[in-house]
């Protein structure tokens, strides 16, 4: 046996125990003659005291930091405890030590405030792992995950694997490709998510269905995104949207009860996707904090501003308490909104003073009066400064979100241990891509659009007023998961794909499975995959994924352990008849 005890273990109860531990050496202290040593494995840390009988030992094999050892000794208790550690009231005084394997010197401290670069820490990630946060982390996931396994089991669905050597699957991606030696020239696609078979098992009577799994998107990775990432996707039949929502809303409240220990003893708030673009200027509104978008359109025009005048679109956010700005801070922001992120022309102010007397940086064409009306329709009271952008539609709209979520977060109303989750629900079925002069699906192709707005599907020209069956679930200005009431018949799902610009043929070609599985029973079905690494970082309040994923790559797609991607031998390349295209 390697050890009787954990680095974690013991307390003021075992004083007089004689124990062994094995470990790794966190850190070494000398204190005249005698040795001190800090113990360290998954558990936690146990102080070792070397006496001078171990001297002699010590000479001829020294230990050093991250040495692998065994020892045994008694349980003592410390005469200084260290009230931060849970083992801090005892050390033991070691009577022999082995050591089962020496190391280098490590390239970075193994602590939590570590030394350690990214780019260093990754390519030792072994290391990194070691530290305490980066575990807490993983152990957070495995919990969570373990939370959604529990709820899903005791809900009646069952875990079924799906295939990763696939053909492509259309969730908007591109796919990962892989080169099959035994079918040459031909290739598998990665799946982006395992949306097409969750769907066939729902036609085979697997009514409820999960699976925690990797999906994998060949994305350019701006924003925390791994090309390879998990979800837990879950799929029933016999469903409507509200035994969706409800059965993943109680999940949901069942892994922040395990988790965090909060409970939600209310429903979770619903939002159309309209007030959510209305109010919030995006699909996943941070409902933390108020500071909802205002329109002032009908209030500004015709007032011989040119820049309203001119503008689709005037929008308003009142920024609580911001009335004392001065006018560097107004600069400040106002160069904020400039930025080409933000790709503002600039930006107008309200301040509405604590004596009630307004001032603007338009006083030229607005006087107060009208200025009230602003602050009015804003909800403003004395105190408040008044943000207000104006231009194109979309651009102002998602600038105003971003000033939303900016002014959020300067005013600390954006709490990380506060959780606000909400459905976001009647998304539109389609959005038009401008670039493929096309029209897209906004969820994916297998979404079915609203009963009552079957029949629209007919006409071209009201695609764009076509709501869906589809949702997501938001936390924290974050969306953690969607999904959507599938199209269950051949015939709906072939005009689907027709109005996504796709012949009859190459619909038969890449969907021919699931359009002749739909004609053999399909049920009424529909589903959901939240994103279980995003899902993960906020509960453990950090704003990357990267922090949940034991092996993450770094935002070049490239594992820096492993140095992947990497090229191929020659031979590998002949058997799989490729010729590469050098640069
Ligand atoms: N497959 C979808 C996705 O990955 C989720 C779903 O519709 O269930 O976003």
Redesign the pocket.
């Known amino acids: 046996m390697y050890r009787t005890h954990t680095c974690g273990e013991l307390r003021m109860e075992q004083v007089g125990q004689e124990v062994t531990l094995a470990g790794w050496i966190q850190t070494v202290r000398k204190f005249g003659s005698i040795n001190f040593f800090d113990l360290r494995d998954r558990y936690g840390i146990t102080q070792l005291l070397f006496g001078e009988n171990l001297n002699p030992k010590l000479d001829a094999q020294p230990l050093g930091r991250e040495f692998v050892v065994q020892v045994t000794g008694v349980v003592t208790e410390r005469s200084s405890k260290n009230k931060n550690i849970p083992t801090g009231d005892i050390e033991i005084t070691v009577t022999d030590f082995k050591v089962l394997n020496a190391a280098k010197t490590p390239p970075f401290t193994i602590q939590d405030d570590t030394d350690g670069g990214d780019e260093l820490r990754m390519k030792y990630r072994f290391l990194d792992l070691r530290r305490n946060i980066v575990r807490q982390n993983l152990e957070l996931r495995y919990q969570v995950g373990r939370a959604a396994r529990n709820y899903l089991h005791s809900a009646g669905f069952i875990d079924v694997e799906t295939p990763f050597l696939i053909n492509s699957t259309p969730?908007g991606a591109r796919d990962f490709v892989v080169p099959s030696r035994m079918n040459p020239n031909q290739f598998y696609g990665l799946p982006?998510?395992p949306?097409t078979f969750k769907q066939l098992l729902m036609v085979s009577g697997y009514d409820r269905y999960y699976q925690i799994v990797k999906?994998f998107r060949d994305e350019d990775l701006r924003a925390d995104r791994q090309p390879e990432f998990t979800?837990i996707?879950c799929?029933m039949s016999f469903v409507e949207q509200e035994d969706i929502l409800s059965t993943f809303e109680h999940m949901l409240k069942h892994i922040f009860m395990e988790i965090k220990g909060i409970e939600f003893t209310e429903a979770f708030p619903r939002m159309t996707w309209a007030e959510a673009m209305e109010f919030y200027g995006n699909d996943k509104p941070d409902i933390r904090f108020e500071m909802k978008l205002v329109n002032l359109n009908d209030t500004v025009k015709a007032k011989g501003f040119k820049v309203f005048d001119d503008a689709e679109l005037v929008v308003a956010v009142n920024a609580k308490g911001c009335s004392e700005y001065t006018r560097k801070q107004l600069d400040e922001l106002t160069e904020w909104v400039k930025r080409p992120q933000i790709g503002m022309s600039g930006l107008v102010y309200v301040k509405y003073n604590t004596d009630g007397s307004l001032k603007s940086s338009v006083d030229k064409f607005f006087d107060e009066e009208q200025l009230k009306l602003w602050a009015q329709q804003c909800k403003a009271e004395p105190g408040d400064l008044i943000l207000v952008l104006a231009g194109k539609e979309e651009r102002t709209r998602k600038a105003a979100s971003e000033l939303r979520l900016e002014m959020g977060e300067r005013l600390g109303l954006r709490n990380k241990n506060e959780f606000k989750p909400l459905w976001v629900v009647d998304f539109p079925l389609f959005e038009y891509a401008e670039e493929e002069n096309r029209w897209v699906a906004r969820?994916?192709p297998f979404t079915s659009p609203k009963p009552e707005h079957i029949s629209l599907m007919d006409d071209p020209s009201q695609y764009g007023n076509i709501l869906a069956n589809a949702y997501d679930i938001v936390l924290n200005g974050t969306e953690v998961g969607?999904?959507?009431i599938r199209i269950f018949q051949r015939d709906l799902q072939q005009k689907m794909f027709a109005a996504l610009g796709m012949s009859k043929e190459e619909a038969e070609r890449k969907f021919g499975f699931l359009l002749g599985a739909f004609e053999y029973g399909a049920p009424p079905h529909g589903?959901?995959?939240f994103g279980f690494d995003r899902l993960c970082s906020l509960l453990g309040g950090s704003e990357s994924i990267r922090d949940f994923i034991a092996f993450p790559k770094n935002n070049s797609g490239r594992d820096v352990m492993l140095d992947a991607p990497s090229e191929i031998d020659q031979a590998q390349l002949n058997e799989l008849r490729i010729s590469l295209v050098k640069e």
């Open positions: 969730e982006q998510s949306q999906c979800q996707d799929e969820h994916h969607g999904g959507s589903g959901i995959a």
